[in-house]
Every structure is written in structure tokens, then in C-alpha cells.
């Protein structure tokens, strides 16, 4: 199935020979389509493992994989308009938990989504790495309990660390 005009209507970053990396945090970037499966529930997963910003006091830069994971409802996010929005954020200072409450906040008013969750695992700094995890599930609707019953189980069994 082909995407029609209509469905991509406002998607301008893809195919895209001249693509401008905005290097200062930009939430127009981000782009949608229209989600051609809205009555069924799937998860879309984004795997970032080239995320930069500042430290907000030091200036120095803070690297991290960012996992974005997100049930659609009719609107979802374009890819390259995500890898732009996300690299925007290269010189953008905040604090780890921060970055990922303002990416997960930017794409609820984006694209309304049922259920979203985004996780930053951020490389180590002065010996201590942070990974935090947020998520949403709206409100009057199953996935408001499943957003409580994955964030009070979230890395209870946490992964063995031996790469960083």
C-alpha cells in the first residue's frame, strides 16, 4: 500500500538531498503521517543510540541511547524529522532526566499517542551513569493502567552492565 498525498501531507524533511541539521533544540522539526492502522494497538519503537546535549552547568556533552517506544493513535512521528529533532538537542543544556521528559512531552502534543514511553541510558560521567525512563498512557483508557504497572515494574531486573 502506497502512502497518498493527503496521508504525507506536511512530511518535508524525507528524500529530502538538502537536509539543514539544526543544532540548537527545535521541536518543529518533528513531522507526522497519518497512521493508516488507528483501530488496531501495535507499538512503534525508536532506538537513538547517538543521542548528544550539554551538561546545563559544566557545558560539557552528554552522550546516551534514547529508546522511544509509542502506541499510535492517528498521527505518527516521521523518522528522519525525529533523527533531526533529536539531533537539535546537540547543544541544547539540561539535565538527563530532563531531555527525556521534553522529548516524550513534545511528541504527546505532536501526535496524541495512546501510550508512549521513552528511556535515555546515558554514557558515564565522574564514574556514574543515568538512565532515566518516563511514560504516559492517556487518561480513561487501558493504557492509563498500563502505563502505572510498566513504570512500577520498569528495570526491576536491570541489565548486566560491562560496556560502559
Known amino acids: 500500500m502506497s ?9 518535508t524533511s524525507l528524500g529530502s538531498q538538502h537536509t539543514q541539521y539544526q543544532q ?6 518533528l513531522e507526522t503521517f497519518v497512521n493508516k492502522h488507528p483501530d488496531r494497538d501495535y507499538f512503534v519503537k525508536f532506538n537513538c543510540p547517538e543521542f548528544t546535549s550539554l551538561c546545563p552547568k559544566t557545558g560539557q556533552p552528554d552522550y546516551a541511547a534514547i529508546y522511544i517506544s509509542y502506541v499510535p493513535d492517528q ?17 541544547h543544556g539540561d539535565f538527563h532526566e530532563d531531555c527525556v521528559n521534553i522529548i516524550m512531552d513534545d511528541l ?4 496524541a499517542p495512546k501510550y508512549i ?4 541510558k ?11 525512563y518516563c511514560n504516559y498512557g492517556r487518561k480513561g483508557t487501558p493504557w ?4 502505572w504497572q510498566r513504570l512500577s515494574q520498569h528495570d526491576i531486573y536491570p541489565e548486566k552492565i560491562d560496556n560502559r
Open 3 to 11: 502512502r497518498t498525498t493527503e496521508e504525507l501531507q506536511g512530511v
Open 75 to 91: 498521527r505518527m512521528v516521521e523518522s528522519k524529522s525525529l533523527k533531526l529533532y533529536l539531533f537539535s538537542f546537540r547543544n
Open 144 to 147: 492509563e493502567k498500563v502505563a
Open 117 to 120: 514511553e521513552v528511556w535515555g
Open 122 to 132: 546515558f554514557l558515564p560521567r565522574g564514574g556514574i551513569s543515568i538512565d532515566p
Open 24 to 29: 540548537d533544540y527545535d521541536p518543529e522539526l
Open 108 to 111: 504527546i502534543s505532536l501526535m
